[in-house]
């Protein structure tokens, strides 16, 4: 599974059969190699949810994943919590879609740096602001 994209017809990824595989393998995997070969072969979202679920995802497949797809791939990769603030912080800051903005600024490991860096981005939502001084407890977040 590790070198599926490198070895695999890409029809091979369609056929029904095979998705059921390659989503227990994103799933179920405790290998972080296999994970990331997967993160890199053309899988469907589906199969990329489940890898950013696995808690045997490197943080460098976890980086792929957001860099891949910002909307659909920062709220699940920030929600892990066995990743580091500074993780937290550099998917942060390399963020432009407004909704994986605002995603990220409900990460459960992102420091307040991290966090009023967020809400004075200029992509960010008004939402954001509102999130982020709700957790810091303040009533207006100055711009980082």
């Known amino acids: 599974m590790a070198n599926l994209a490198e070895y695999a017809d890409p029809q091979l990824l369609e056929d029904p059969r095979t998705v059921l595989l390659v989503l227990r393998a994103a799933e179920f995997s405790d290998d972080a190699e296999t994970l990331d070969g997967l993160a890199r072969s053309g899988v469907t979202s589906e199969v990329l949810r489940k890898i950013a679920h696995n808690p045997a995802a490197a943080e460098h497949t976890l980086e792929h994943l957001v860099d891949l ?24 800051r390399r963020l432009t879609d407004r909704i994986a903005i605002f995603h990220a600024s409900s990460a459960p490991r992102a420091s307040d740096e991290t966090l009023r860096y967020l809400a004075g981005h200029p992509s960010a939502p008004p939402a954001t602001a509102e999130q982020v001084a709700e957790r810091l407890g303040t009533a207006a977040v100055a711009a980082a």
């Open 69 to 92: 797809d910002q909307r659909w791939m920062t709220y699940p990769v920030t929600r892990r919590t066995d990743v580091s603030e500074g993780f937290i912080d550099r998917i942060a």
